[in-house]
């Protein structure tokens, strides 16, 4: 079956750091591949899709790219602020299996400081 | 404003008494589904909806029971809910079960549910 597997947290990080944010996949097919913020007391919200191998996702200073290669999907930005602290989730769609849309991984909490 | 809005965002209960999550979206969507969220695990999909009076396990079905009379309301029932049902709990709908370029899941703001 279909797998995401992120890098545990925390991750804490100063402001202006580079954030890096690992995610790898296993799925049948050519899955979409998304990463979702999850902001204190909200629900999630869409950051970033991918929809194709090679596709580079970006939002909000965010970026990742899909390598089908490696399986991979890793978050990253440039330089974080505070208001990035959130949890982090990368998850997968195979497109094949409609009704169980998405297959999450086990999110990856940020903690960044002034 | 297009949202959707579940009750009670935070509810302890003791096991065994009945309760029920509500879930209502705005947008006319089709598809809708609820999934529980725990730490490490991310979050698993519970029950799905395709559309009305169309509803099907997801991952982690057992101990919950859904329903969709109406397109907008899908409700989350625990019958008899045990500890092990504490958990964070997420809402979701979207045009259709199928993603595409431009079909995406909105999430409600979740659910807190502490079961004694």
């Known amino acids: 079956g279909n797998s995401v597997t992120q890098m545990e947290g925390p991750v804490t990080l100063s402001e202006e750091a580079f954030l890096t944010i690992n995610c790898t996949y296993t799925a049948t097919g050519y899955p979409s591949l998304f990463w979702y913020v999850q902001y204190p007391g909200e629900g999630l919200q869409l950051l970033l899709k991918a929809t194709k191998a090679d596709d580079k996702g970006s939002n909000k200073g965010f970026e990742a790219t899909y390598r089908k290669e490696t399986t991979s999907f890793h978050l990253e930005k440039g330089s974080v602020q505070v208001s990035d602290s959130a949890v982090y989730f990368c998850a997968l769609s195979d497109g094949v299996n409609a009704g169980n849309m998405l297959t999450f991984g086990g999110g990856t909490r940020l903690m960044v400081k002034p | 404003e297009a949202q959707v809005t579940q009750n009670p965002r935070y509810l302890i209960t003791v096991t065994g008494k009945k309760l029920t999550v509500t879930c209502s979206q705005n947008m006319n969507h089709e598809y809708m589904s609820w999934y529980r969220q725990d730490p490490g695990l991310g979050l698993r999909q519970i029950y799905y909806?395709?559309?009305?009076?169309?509803?099907d396990k997801g991952d982690v079905p057992e101990g919950y029971k859904v329903s969709r009379k109406e397109k907008r309301n899908f409700p989350l029932i625990l019958e008899s809910p045990s500890p092990n049902q504490t958990s964070l709990y997420f809402c979701a709908s979207s045009l259709s079960g199928q993603l595409s370029g431009a079909n995406v899941l909105t999430f409600g703001a979740g659910s807190r549910l502490t079961v004694l």
């Open positions: 909806s395709m559309n009305v009076e169309v509803t």
